[in-house]
């Protein structure tokens, strides 16, 4: 996270926060092939890092970059087929580019990417701690990507285990069996498989990444329904969540990472986590030992906004120190 605390490397405190996107240093761009633009004009204070932060999992993620130019890209598989987004922020103005099939997509959802259908001014904070983070961090808007699965599979793959095996399962499936990120892209852009390629991964695979069956199960269940899956960008995030769950294996936790990044979902606040009850009791009540009961409590005067809070709370780095040795990393793959 870039704000810029040390908190431990959780995933609720890595994607609760800021991805770093440079201020430019002056170093020219080479020369691309120009693909479709767009230009938008926020209607307030825009923070790339803070908005598009949260869609990266892990400094490897091989569909999301963030240069020293200060864009961001991204490789997309939407809905009339892969695409990459360049964003970068001139002046006043953020422009898009894109290209590949999806091209027109990604720049249609542009705004909306960029928190468009957020609005910020309905949050009200309630606590001192909460009021100076969104003092500091005025260019926090909630991110709304229109798509299930590239949220949902990165979330399963997080179920349970530490941020280095999930980050790591991610990056070498989408490497090995995504397709080349369309356009100029820098380094080695993957766009993640489609439904047809997750089932037809085998076994041993999934094992070599890290995957245990439980969570490889939940995402081949979760690409055989895929469509509808995605049906749900057209519902509240609490019908969609509802929809999300009535597979085995998504629960509370997995369906509120997902909305909050399909929907732009203020109020899906992520319940069974490990590590963010800790982290709210603390900023809130100096509670340390706080459950997702004690959170919710402590949230609702946030309610309709307590997914904002707590990514506030998260970027304040008002967190407990470590009482215990970091969670050991496991690798099945070793097996």
Not at 52 to 60: V, Y
Not at 172 to 186: H, I, N, Q, T
Not at 220 to 228: C, E, G, N, S, T
Not at 278 to 304: F, H, K, N, Q, T
Request: with cysteine; charged share 25%; aromatic share 4%.
């Amino acid at each position: 996270m870039a704000g810029r605390f040390a908190p431990r490397p959780t995933r609720t405190t890595v994607r609760g926060g800021h991805v770093a996107v440079p201020a430019s240093a002056g170093v020219p761009r080479q020369a691309v092939a120009p693909g479709k633009v767009r230009t938008v004009v926020p209607d307030g204070p825009l923070d790339l890092g803070l908005v598009l932060g949260p869609l990266r999992r892990g400094p490897g993620d091989p569909t999301f970059r963030a240069m020293p130019d200060g864009s961001v890209w991204r490789a997309c598989r939407t809905p009339v087929g892969p695409g990459t987004l360049r964003v970068g922020v001139r002046g006043a103005e953020v422009r898009g580019e894109a290209w590949g099939p999806g091209a027109e997509w990604l720049l249609e959802q542009l705004p909306e990417l960029l928190g468009a259908a957020d609005d910020p001014s309905a949050f009200v904070p309630r606590h001192r701690v909460v009021a100076v983070a969104r003092h500091r961090r005025p260019g926090l808007r909630l991110t709304r990507t229109g798509l299930v699965m590239e949220s949902l599979i990165p979330s399963v793959l997080e179920q349970k285990v530490t941020t280095d095996e999930a980050y790591r399962a991610w990056r070498l499936l989408v490497r090995k069996f995504g397709e080349p990120a369309p356009g100029p892209v820098p380094g080695q852009m993957c766009v993640m498989p489609d439904a047809g390629t997750w089932r037809s991964i085998p076994s041993w695979e999934w094992h070599r990444a890290g995957v245990d069956n439980k969570r490889a199960s939940t995402i081949l269940r979760a690409v055989r329904v895929a469509a509808r899956l995605e049906e749900a960008v057209r519902m509240s995030p609490t019908e969609a969540q509802g929809r999300l769950e009535v597979l085995p294996g998504i629960g509370p936790w997995t369906s509120a990472e997902v909305v909050q990044r399909s929907h732009g979902a203020a109020d899906a606040v992520t319940v069974g986590d490990l590590h963010l009850p800790g982290i709210v009791g603390w900023a809130l009540a100096g509670d340390r030992d706080a459950d997702d009961s004690v959170m919710l409590e402590l949230l609702e005067p946030y309610a309709g906004q307590r997914h904002r809070a707590a990514r506030l709370i998260l970027l304040s780095g008002r967190v407990p120190g470590r009482r215990a040795p970091r969670m050991p990393r496991g690798d099945i793959g070793r097996l």
